[in-house]
C-alpha cells in the first residue's frame, strides 16, 4: 500500500504533467497542502521532496514551491571543445588566487604560484544550469573577462592533450545551493586538464552538471589503417 507522501506526490505529479498545474506557478502554501490532504506538515512537506528530487517543483526560500519549467538537455562531447549554449545566460567572475593543494599538483606548478580563477555559473532563463570553476597560470590568464559568446575559450595556445576525468556524485553544499537542486540528485563532476604543445599545463577546469538533465558522448573514430583515434 502506497504511503501518504507517495499519493500526494502522485496526485501533484499528475496535475503537472496534465497541465492543470503550468510551469512556473506557484503552488499553495504548504499550510494549505497539508489541511487539502489531511495530513501533518512533515508529512506534506516529505511528499514535496520527492518532487523536489525530480526536479519538477522548486522551494524557492521566502517565496514557497514552484513548479519548474522542462530542464534544456546537457551533452557534454568528451574530447571537444564545449562551445557556448544558444540562449542561456552565462555569469563570469575572476579572483586572483595562489596555487594550492591538489591546484599545484593539476597545473603542475609550485604552492604559491599566482592564478587566476573564473567561476562561471550559466542559466536557462531564471534556472541555474551548469556550474564550472577554471584555473589559469595567472601569465596565460586573459586581459578581459571572456563574455557568453567566446566562454568557455580562456586558453589562445595551441594545446597538445586534454585529459577529462569523470565521476558521479552528491553535489557539495554549496553546489547545490547555486544550482538549486536536491543536495540527494547526483551530478556528473568533470576535471579537464588541458596541456600545450611544449608540455605546460595551460588550464584546470571543474565542471559540475545535474545528473537528471546530462548525457556525456564520445565518439571513436578509425583510421583506414586500423588505429584509433578518440575525440
Given at each position: 500500500m502506497a504511503s501518504r507522501r507517495h499519493i500526494i506526490a502522485d496526485?501533484?505529479?499528475?496535475?503537472?504533467s496534465t497541465g492543470r498545474i503550468k510551469a512556473g506557478d506557484r503552488l499553495p502554501?504548504?499550510?494549505?497542502?497539508?489541511?487539502?490532504?489531511?495530513?501533518?506538515?512533515?508529512?506534506?512537506?516529505s511528499a514535496l521532496a520527492l518532487l523536489q528530487a525530480e526536479g519538477l517543483?522548486?522551494?524557492?526560500?521566502?517565496?514557497?514551491n514552484f513548479v519548474r519549467p522542462p530542464f534544456r538537455r546537457i551533452t557534454y562531447l568528451g574530447?571537444?571543445?564545449?562551445?557556448?549554449?544558444?540562449?542561456?545566460?552565462?555569469?563570469?567572475?575572476?579572483?586572483?588566487i595562489r596555487a594550492r593543494g591538489h591546484l599545484s599538483v593539476l597545473l603542475r606548478v609550485p604552492a604559491g604560484s599566482p592564478l587566476t580563477e573564473f567561476q562561471c555559473l550559466s542559466h536557462d532563463g531564471t534556472s541555474p544550469h551548469s556550474l564550472s570553476r577554471v584555473y589559469i597560470p595567472r601569465d596565460l590568464a586573459p586581459a578581459v573577462i571572456p563574455d557568453e559568446s567566446t566562454w568557455p575559450t580562456t586558453v589562445t595556445t595551441p594545446l597538445?592533450?586534454?585529459?577529462?576525468?569523470?565521476?558521479?556524485r552528491l553535489p557539495?553544499?554549496?553546489?547545490?545551493?547555486?544550482?538549486?537542486?536536491?543536495?540527494?540528485?547526483?551530478?556528473?563532476?568533470?576535471?579537464?586538464?588541458?596541456?600545450?604543445?611544449?608540455?605546460r599545463v595551460v588550464e584546470a577546469?571543474?565542471?559540475?552538471?545535474?545528473?537528471?538533465?546530462?548525457?556525456?558522448?564520445?565518439?571513436?573514430?578509425?583510421?583506414?589503417?586500423?588505429?584509433?583515434a578518440e575525440g
Open positions: 496526485d501533484l505529479r499528475a496535475q503537472i502554501s504548504e499550510a494549505q497542502l497539508a489541511a487539502r490532504y489531511t495530513v501533518s506538515t512533515p508529512t506534506l512537506r517543483v522548486e522551494k524557492v526560500h521566502g517565496k514557497g574530447g571537444s571543445p564545449t562551445l557556448p549554449t544558444p540562449g542561456l545566460q552565462i555569469s563570469v567572475c575572476t579572483t586572483k597538445a592533450e586534454v585529459e577529462e576525468r569523470f565521476c558521479a557539495t553544499p554549496l553546489e547545490a545551493a547555486t544550482l538549486r537542486i536536491s543536495p540527494t540528485l547526483a551530478v556528473l563532476a568533470i576535471t579537464r586538464v588541458a596541456t600545450d604543445t611544449a608540455g577546469a571543474f565542471l559540475t552538471l545535474p545528473g537528471d538533465r546530462t548525457e556525456a558522448v564520445f565518439t571513436t573514430h578509425y583510421t583506414p589503417q586500423g588505429r584509433r
